[in-house]
């Protein structure tokens, strides 16, 4: 039975105490709607706002563009609402805080996957700021984390990674919702906005997003289902290599390989680890676009088993690590810096130093980010875990 959950659109009552008469600017996408599929910019002109301007992020409004992709709309109307349509592109728009001033509120609904090198988290700092200087208010619609509350990853390093693809100190998969994460940035990175957030109902820390009853709409093209969010924490820094991070395919970020990889010799290494939560499986696969396009590729499956033990940070360290033993294998060391968050994945770099360096990050993190928690830790101790198959792999090893 899943949790009857309320997100922050869902709470129409609220809402509409928030927006009522007010001119509104929303920065939204395709996930930005109720539980019963209805638009966040209908919801908000239905419970007595008056919508002036759409923000689009990354891919787009409709979320339809591919990675890196953004909307070309700079003022055309929005046929459903008539409002201005506005794309903010990696730098935000250059009229951000004048468009801002212009209006009453401002108001935030995307659904988030819990990933630091998710871009939406900058477009909202880039609307926070726009709003301090524009001394507007700022309402974020809170949704859940869909891999819930659970830490991991370095800490990134602001001094010389800030970039697009993450903006501030916090780990990888950092475990917070998006309301948290604004309150921590308003706060922490002294921003400083008028910030309001309309908090879900009914959600917990250890609540994954398909165990509730919301809608499941793709946040973007290659985030399909909620599990897909799980190997995104590890599979996204395939992205700075020559390897297929499974973009073109019916299974981004689940699988991963390239023509010149031996699949097999992988398996038996990654299976030998005993890493918990996934089973591998060797597969070939053919992108119909994106790298490798029309290619066959080489590599594994990554299957989760125990979403409460797998650690997709941990495994992407050893993967990675193999495969770069590949002459063939190509790395840009500072897209890779981005996404890690630090310059540590050198071509002899030991993963468990790695996650030695991960746990006293984490604990940082934590220390500074336990007073922008809303929701409660834990709703049942019951969590089901699928059974292994210890016998078989063994026989095949």
């Known amino acids: 039975m899943k949790h009857h959950v309320l997100c922050g659109v869902d709470r129409a009552d609220a809402l509409s105490g928030y927006v009522s008469g007010k001119k509104i600017a929303l920065l939204t996408a395709a996930s930005g709607v109720n539980r019963y599929g209805v638009p966040t910019y209908d919801v908000i002109r239905a419970t007595g706002g008056d919508l002036r301007i759409l923000f689009s992020p990354e891919h787009g ?11 070309d709309e700079d003022g055309s109307l929005h046929p459903g609402t008539g409002a201005r349509l506005y794309s903010l592109g990696a730098k935000g728009h250059p009229a951000l805080a004048e468009l801002v001033g212009g209006v009453d509120l401002a108001v935030y609904d995307i659904q988030d996957v819990g990933a630091r090198f998710y871009t939406y988290l900058c477009n909202l700092t880039q609307l926070m700021r726009a709003c301090r200087a524009a001394g507007k208010p700022l309402l974020v619609l809170d949704r859940p984390n869909p891999i819930g509350g659970r830490t991991e990853g370095l800490l990134l390093d602001e001094s010389r990674f800030s970039s697009f693809v993450g903006e501030y100190a916090i780990p990888t998969r950092y475990g917070l919702t998006v309301g948290e994460y604004a309150a921590f940035a308003n706060a922490e990175k002294h921003i400083g906005c008028e910030l309001h957030i309309l908090t879900c109902e009914g ?4 609540m994954y997003g398909d165990e509730t009853d919301l809608l499941w709409v793709n946040p973007s093209p290659n985030i399909p289902a909620v599990s897909t969010c799980f190997n995104y924490i590890g599979s996204c820094l395939y992205e700075a290599t020559n390897l297929s991070e499974g973009r073109g ?4 970020f689940d699988w991963v390989g390239a023509p010149f990889v031996d699949e097999e010799k992988l398996w038996r290494r990654m299976t030998r680890l005993g890493l918990p939560g996934v089973i591998f499986r060797p597969l070939c ?5 994106n790298k ?9 499956e990554l299957h989760v088993t125990d979403r409460d033990t797998y ?3 941990c495994t992407v360290l050893y993967m990675l690590r193999y495969l770069k033993e590949n002459p063939a294998v190509t790395v840009r060391r500072d897209g890779m810096a981005l996404r890690v968050g630090q310059d540590l994945l050198t071509d002899d770099y030991d993963p468990e130093d790695i996650l030695r360096r991960e ?4 604990g940082i993190f934590g220390e500074i980010v336990g007073k922008y928690r809303m929701y409660p830790e834990t709703v049942s101790a019951n969590k089901k875990i699928l059974p292994g198959t210890q016998k078989l792999l063994d ?3």
């Open 203 to 206: 959600w917990a820390r250890d």
């Open 359 to 362: 746990a006293q990050d984490t």
């Open 311 to 313: 650690r997709p940070f």
């Open 395 to 397: 026989k095949r090893l």
């Open 61 to 71: 409004l409709y979320s339809a563009l591919q990675d890196g992709k953004f909307g």
């Open 249 to 252: 395919t019916t299974r981004p």
């Open 285 to 289: 696969f053919t992108p119909l676009y």
């Open 292 to 300: 490798f396009a029309g290619e066959v590729c080489r590599g594994l």
